[in-house]
T-cell receptor, first 111, second 113 residues
Framework: QQPVQSPQAVILREGEDAVINCSSS?????VHWYRQKHGEAPVFLMI?????EQKGHEKISASFNEKKQQSSLYLTASQLSYSGTYFC????????????FGKGTKLSVKP | DTAVSQTPKYLVTQMGNDKSIKCEQN?????MYWYKQDSKKFLKIMFS???????INETVPNRFSPKSPDKAHLNLHINSLELGDSAVYFC????????????FGEGSRLTVL
């Protein structure tokens, strides 16, 4: 079951904040976040395994509400280098080794 | 050293042909994957191999066949190519167990004419 990401696209000015949401209709074991720049491979940002646990990456952090089957990615004080497409990937509770990605959120940071 | 390497990076071919994409990882990981990314950037899992055994086989046409000669390699063979097969194919690997960090290769862009 593919997770749903929102918004589909975001345009920011440098220094602004953004939130990207990811939700699933299934019980989740974990949520993963990846960033893909144009013409490149996706790059791992973080994994969230426990409900409410936040793990940070530079100025990018995330939360995982296990009960609501939702995760949010927080980008604070955005930099030009944050531009790219962000994918959440979900691993369902009953399955093993099956990471399903959402359709992605395109983030553009302007000077 | 490149952790996950794919060859070729670009492949242009005619409909009906058969082609292969090779993938090698030097991370010592037990699980390797193939993902397809279409023109809308949707990343869809196709296969995964764990210790040379197929553990995921999504609903892909049987024209696609993964072949793993050893745990460091997972090649993708495609028979009778169709226009809709045009996409970027990513190989990835992760350590064993539940899905951990995926290390992606640079991708192989397949164009079917």
């Amino acid at each position: 079951q593919q997770p749903v990401q929102s918004p589909q696209a975001v345009i920011l000015r440098e220094g602004e904040d953004a939130v990207i949401n990811c939700s699933s209709s299934k019980a989740l074991y974990s949520v993963h976040w990846y960033r893909q720049k144009h013409g490149e491979a996706p790059v791992f940002l973080m994994i969230l395994l426990k409900g409410g646990e936040q793990k940070g990456h530079e100025k990018i952090s995330a939360s995982f509400n296990e009960k609501k089957q939702q995760s949010s990615l927080y980008l604070t004080a955005s930099q030009l280098s944050y531009s790219g497409t962000y994918f959440c990937g979900t691993e369902e509770g009953g399955s093993q080794g099956n990471l399903i990605f959402g359709k992605g959120t395109k983030l553009s940071v302007k000077p | 050293d490149t952790a996950v390497s794919q060859t070729p990076k670009y492949l242009v071919t005619q409909m009906g042909n058969d082609k292969s994409i090779k993938c090698e990882q030097n991370l010592g990981h037990d699980t390797m994957y193939w993902y397809k990314q279409d023109s809308k950037k949707f990343l869809k899992i196709m296969f995964s191999y764990n210790n040379k055994e197929l553990i995921i086989n999504e609903t892909v046409p049987n024209r696609f066949s993964p072949k793993s000669p050893d745990k460091a390699h997972l090649n993708l063979h495609i028979n009778s190519l169709e226009l809709g097969d045009s996409a970027v194919y990513f190989c990835a690997s992760s350590a064993s167990g539940r899905v951990g960090e995926l290390f992606f290769g640079e991708g192989s862009r397949l164009t079917v004419l």
